[in-house]
Structures are given as C-alpha cells and as structure tokens.
C-alpha cells in the first residue's frame, strides 16, 4: 500500500512508527483508508488550506472533514506540490489520495501547510488548478515562531530521523539541518539570532522559522498567481475562539450550501509549552515584525483576530 510508503521508514519500521504516533485502532483505521483510496476512483481537490503552520490548520481540516459535502486527503498534509511532483508523482498518484466511500460525491481538500511559503508551489499549484479556491490563517507571528521551534522541539528520536530522511530526500525544509544536526537541540533564541543574521545578510539560507511569519510577501505571492477572491483569509483566534462560525464563513467562500457547522471541535496538534517565550525574545521579534505586520493591515484592509 504505497500510501504507507513514503520518502524515508517503510515496511516493519513505518509500521512501528504510525502505530507508536496513532495507536492500534488508528493504524487500523489508516490501514482502512490506504485500501479505500487504492479500489475507489480518484478526485482532483475543490481546495486547499495552505497554511499558515502551527496557525489551526489541522484542526480546520478535521472540523471541515466532518461536513457531509467536503472530505479530506488521506493524509491530510500531501506536501505533492511541494515534494512529491519533484520526485516524479504525477497527478494520478496525487489524486488516489482524495477518495470517500461515504461520501463519493463530496468536494476534496487538503492541508499542506508548506506551500504558502514557497512561489514554486505557488506557480504550480496555479498552472495545475488555475481556479482553485485557497484558505490562508494567520497567527500572530511571535507565538507563531515560538509554536513553530517547540514543536520540532517536542519531536521523538524516531520523527527526527525520519524527518532528515524526508528532506535529505527531497532537497527541500533546511530548517531540519539547523535544528537537528546539532548535538544538542537549539535554544529558540540561538535559532532567532541565526536567521536573523542570514536576513541581514541578505541570504535565503538558514533556519526557516521567522520567514514563515511574513505573511504580506506570502499574500502577494499568491496574489500574482490567483485573483484574491479566490484566496481565504482566517485569523487563528476566531478558529480557536468560535470554530463553528469560522468553518461557516468556509462554508460561505466555497459556495457550499448548508447544512451550519456543528461539529465535534475537539482542538488538533496541541502541544505542551517546557516554559513561556522569554520577554527579551518577544521584544526582538515583535520589532523584527513591526513593518511587516504594518504591510499586511495595509494589504487586508483591516486588522486579523490572531
């Protein structure tokens, strides 16, 4: 079942690591849906949700999955755009992953949060789905590095390996050499200061965790390959604050008629934080983001609930 053969373990060793990530019932469960999608036809997806990373996206995801009209990849991040279209997977391996045996006639979507950073991705998505509908949230750019660094942080010797596998693989996320090629785990602050001097120096190199926060360039990015009204802009507080009113404003961008929102919205991809961000740490970033942020209220129009 090659939707459990991916770029790095496989066979007893990815067996291992999605019982030990999932537990028996989901390893099942994945078992169920890698079978599904390889007997049922293929769909291309009516959208996708592209980030931002650690802003919400998996929890919209497995709220919108929920809906009767709207099923989600298996599995949620296809990253094809990204990585897989680079190692020779063409559209029809990419559209096995949208299929529903309940719901044969929903509209597909997935959630790679990696494709709002990069104009490749961007440039292909465009050239393969020109019409496309993208939903973009938007976290506050400080908590939203601070949450990206505690995550990899919080990763298992087993993730981390095969995390490197996954990108030495593909050529692409150095933000695992910085992070993980390293005897011991970085401080954020040694993670901070690294990519800032490589800004500074005007170098695309380096960690990427800061960059990922600068949201206006993403958007603009975007807006040269699709009209804005195909683009969705969420704020993350308004997703953790009220998830039902924002999955209806979903509804509402896709066109899709009722019935409302209400669902199981149990939060996804939490995480415990060791210690708070360091004040001195949110000092140095809430100035590196000033303008940025400044361009983005500019760009939108208004101020983002994030």
């Given at each position: 079942?090659?939707?459990f053969?991916?770029n790095g373990?496989?066979?007893?060793d ?10 028996f ?10 079978i ?25 995801h ?20 990204s ?17 529903s ?29 020109p019409?496309i ?11 939203r ?10 990763y ?29 785990f ?31 360039e993403?958007i603009?990015?975007y807006?040269?390959?699709f009209?804005?009204d ?10 953790v604050?009220?998830?039902?009113k ?10 899709v ?28 970033l ?8 400044r ?11 994030w």
């Open positions: 079942m090659r939707h053969i991916e373990a496989s066979g007893p990815k067996r291992a690591y999605v019982q030990e990530k999932y537990g019932v989901g390893y099942i469960r994945k078992i169920y849906k890698a599904s999608a390889k007997l049922l036809p293929g769909h291309d997806p009516f959208f996708m949700i592209i980030g931002a990373q650690k802003a919400g996206t998996t929890s919209l497995y709220y919108l999955n929920q809906h009767p009209k709207l099923a989600g990849s298996y599995p949620k991040e296809l990253n094809y755009f990585r897989h279209i680079q190692l020779g997977r063409d559209l029809d391996w990419y559209r096995q992953h949208f299929t045996l309940t719901k044969p006639d929903a509209l597909f979507f997935e959630s790679t949060p990696k494709y709002m950073n990069l104009e490749p991705v961007a440039r292909l998505i465009s050239k393969t789905y019409h509908k993208l939903i973009m949230i938007l976290r506050e750019p400080v908590a590095a601070y949450s990206g660094w505690n995550m990899y942080r919080s298992s010797p087993k993730q981390v390996a095969r995390k490197v596998s996954v990108s030495t693989n593909s050529g692409v996320n150095r933000v695992h050499q910085y992070l993980f090629a390293c005897k011991a970085p401080a954020f602050r040694e993670i901070v200061d690294t990519e800032l001097d490589f800004i500074k120096r005007g170098s695309d190199d380096g960690p990427f965790i800061l960059r990922k926060g600068l949201y206006a993403q603009k990015m807006h040269k390959y009209d804005p195909q683009v969705l802009i969420l704020g993350f507080r308004d997703l604050n009220d998830p039902n924002t999955c209806d404003q979903v509804l509402k961008f896709l066109g008629d009722g019935p409302h929102c209400s669902f199981n919205i149990e939060p996804k991809n939490k995480r415990e934080y060791m210690a708070k961000i360091s004040e001195a740490d949110k000092q140095v809430e100035e590196f983001y000033r303008e940025p942020n361009e983005l209220k500019e760009l939108l129009g208004r101020e983002l609930n």
